[in-house]
């Protein structure tokens, strides 16, 4: 999960929904980490539909205009390595072994497929053992460490 790469430290994480719409709606620690350049961060391509379902709540709670909105889409995008949806379906039926709630399976299978660990504040996904989840928290206590 923590990679040598000449000279510097790369941390692969998958990163969920909630944390993805917490760099959206606020100048935050989370979005500094975000864009971390130690952080390599995955998603399952799912992640922009959710997005997209819940775009006017974001659009409600952010301090921003639609055109800055838009742009950090963009750049949070653009920071994201999105996993294709088809290419996490060998690892649903172990991803489904370790949680019931649907909606979290395309994460862990991510999670598994990029051998990373899960960045989110999910207390059922953080339930399960096989895959390590950190909270913002953690990842900044891991961060400053390196």
Known sequence: MLQNTQRHYSMK????????FACLIKDSTTRKLFFNPALSLFAPEFIVEEFLHHLVEIRKKSALCDEELYRLVEKILDQLVLVPDKDLKPFLPAAASLVDDSKDWLY????LREDTIIWSHDTDLGAQKRIRVISTKELIGIMGSL
């Open 13 to 20: 994480v998958t990163v969920d929904a909630n944390i993805l």
């Open 108 to 111: 862990l299978s991510c999670a």
